[in-house]
């Protein structure tokens, strides 16, 4: 069993940042690929970033040089890291967890961030 839990969400103003964190604990060793997703009202859950143990990223288009995702497998965290937000990202952000070689995903309870002026 994995747990994992975020922190950081919050309000900011349109072109604001915010920085989202990650700890996981329990059978950490047994996961590869981490990351993000988030969900808003009415809208179906969507990837944000992954990243796997080895370090490869991956980002949904619409956050491409505006987030940056990064892992720290020996304090078993990850970070994603939100520069010149947009209303649009207003949504919870959830953590997630797949063990190697399964699509199995642990969450995260998930963080509000709400972009509004």
């Known amino acids: 069993q994995v747990q994992l839990v975020e922190s950081g969400g919050g309000l900011v103003q349109p072109g604001g940042s915010l920085r989202l964190s990650c700890a996981a604990s329990g059978s950490v060793s047994s996961l590869n690929a981490m990351g993000w997703y988030r969900q808003a009202p009415g809208k179906q859950r969507e990837l944000v970033a992954g990243?796997?143990?080895?370090?490869?990223?991956n980002y949904a288009d619409s956050v491409k040089g505006r987030f940056t995702i990064s892992r720290d497998n020996a304090k078993n965290t990850v970070l994603l890291r939100m520069n010149s937000l947009k209303p649009e990202d207003t949504a919870v952000y959830l953590c997630?967890?797949?063990?190697?070689?399964?699509?199995?995903?642990?969450w995260g309870q998930g963080t509000q961030v709400t972009v509004s002026s």
């Open positions: 997630y967890g797949s063990p190697v070689g399964s699509n199995f995903k642990y």
């Open positions: 990243i796997t143990r080895s370090g490869y990223t």
